[in-house]
């Protein structure tokens, strides 16, 4: 009698190392994308990310363009839009200030998503931490360790590009079935970020080295995170994630530091830890909302 062949059972990593390995390979990325800056600008460096991300995705994908609704349309470019607003500008805050600051101001858009329209005094307090820790980083004048205005501008419209994006994503997940959605929002996003790129001397200064660290970049930031998500999602309730995303300041804040030599004072920790404390506490605490997600 002839034995059965053996069945070959797929491995998948374990939910919770997958979403912190998630987070090292979104803020790895991060700091070697700023390690571009020099050669190709922080619109060069967020066109060639976006760009090379959203082929790579629809590839993947293969979102059906020609046969979309008007009113999928109507959903889809304003996503691709904000989606592409919000890498640039955290690109080019990133230009102006350390890392882990700018994720931590960044984050104030999930964490408005997370408890607006919420009357919770509990919820309250979330955001007083929050405002808090913005507070600490905010450049006083004549305070110790101050930061460059214009960069924690840029993070904060970041951040609100990132709250737009997750109200705008949650109703594109609802109509594009898998990842279409997301391809094709990607492609409006490089559509949106490459004039930005182009304009600042992309053409001339792109060179095959640095083609290829740029699509190291988008496969750190965007492929490999959105992957391992994926896969976490399936099992991680959605207030687990929101509490380990949570650990995005902090980390990088450490890829800061160990890629990028970037020292933050004692305040600024101090505020990165107000504002990491109130995105897990808004996660613990609250009813049901959708995970932030990070493209």
Same mark, same amino acid.
């Given at each position: +009698?002839?034995?059965?062949?053996?069945?070959?059972? *797929?491995?998948? !990593?374990?939910?919770?190392?997958?979403?912190?390995?998630?987070?090292?390979?979104?803020?790895?990325?991060?700091?070697?994308?700023?390690? !571009?800056?020099?050669? !190709?600008?922080?619109?060069?460096?967020?066109? +060639?990310?976006?760009?090379?991300?959203? =082929?790579?995705?629809?590839?993947?994908?293969?979102?059906?363009? !020609?046969?979309?609704?008007?009113?999928?349309? @109507?959903?889809?470019?304003?996503?691709?839009?904000?989606?592409?607003? +919000?890498?640039? *500008?955290?690109?080019?805050?990133?230009?102006?200030?350390?890392?882990?600051?700018?994720?931590?101001?960044?984050?104030?858009?999930?964490?408005?998503?997370?408890?607006?329209? *919420?009357?919770?005094?509990?919820?309250?307090?979330?955001?007083?931490?929050?405002?808090?820790?913005?507070?600490?980083?905010?450049?006083?004048?004549?305070?110790?360790?101050?930061?460059?205005?214009? @960069?924690?501008?840029?993070? =904060?419209?970041?951040?609100?590009?990132?709250?737009?994006?997750?109200?705008?994503?949650?109703?594109?997940?609802?109509?594009?079935?898998?990842?279409?959605?997301?391809?094709?929002? +990607?492609?409006?996003?490089?559509?949106?970020?490459?004039?930005?790129?182009?304009?600042?001397?992309?053409?001339?200064?792109?060179?095959?080295?640095?083609?290829?660290?740029?699509?190291?970049?988008?496969?750190?930031?965007?492929?490999?995170?959105?992957?391992?998500?994926?896969?976490?999602?399936?099992?991680?309730?959605?207030?687990?994630?929101?509490?380990?995303?949570?650990?995005?300041?902090?980390?990088?804040?450490?890829?800061?530091?160990?890629?990028?030599?970037?020292?933050?004072?004692?305040?600024?920790?101090?505020?990165?830890?107000?504002?990491?404390?109130?995105?897990?506490?808004?996660?613990?605490?609250?009813?049901?909302?959708?995970?932030?997600?990070?493209?």
């Amino acid at each position: +009698m002839r034995e059965a062949p053996p069945v070959r059972r *797929s491995w998948h !990593l374990p939910p919770l190392p997958a979403v912190l390995l998630s987070i090292v390979s979104v803020q790895g990325g991060a700091a070697f994308a700023k390690e !571009l800056f020099p050669a !190709l600008g922080p619109a060069g460096t967020a066109g +060639m990310r976006i760009g090379l991300s959203a =082929l790579l995705l629809f590839v993947a994908f293969r979102p059906p363009l !020609l046969r979309l609704t008007r009113a999928q349309w @109507g959903m889809v470019i304003p996503y691709g839009v904000v989606l592409g607003m +919000m890498n640039l *500008s955290f690109y080019m805050s990133l230009e102006r200030i350390p890392l882990g600051l700018a994720v931590t101001l960044e984050f104030a858009g999930p964490l408005a998503v997370a408890v607006s329209g *919420s009357r919770r005094a509990l919820d309250f307090l979330w955001v007083v931490l929050a405002a808090a820790g913005i507070v600490l980083i905010a450049p006083w004048p004549g305070g110790s360790g101050a930061v460059d205005l214009l @960069g924690v501008l840029l993070a =904060l419209f970041a951040g609100g590009c990132w709250a737009a994006y997750i109200v705008l994503g949650g109703r594109v997940s609802r109509v594009f079935p898998g990842g279409q959605g997301v391809a094709a929002g +990607m492609l409006f996003a490089a559509l949106t970020v490459l004039p930005f790129a182009f304009a600042q001397g992309l053409a001339a200064r792109l060179t095959p080295p640095l083609a290829a660290a740029s699509l190291a970049v988008a496969l750190l930031s965007s492929a490999v995170p959105y992957t391992l998500e994926m896969t976490a999602l399936r099992v991680l309730s959605s207030r687990t994630f929101g509490i380990l995303m949570s650990l995005e300041p902090a980390v990088a804040a450490l890829a800061g530091l160990v890629f990028l030599r970037e020292q933050l004072t004692a305040m600024q920790w101090l505020a990165l830890g107000f504002v990491s404390a109130a995105s897990a506490g808004a996660a613990l605490t609250a009813r049901r909302v959708s995970p932030p997600v990070e493209a």
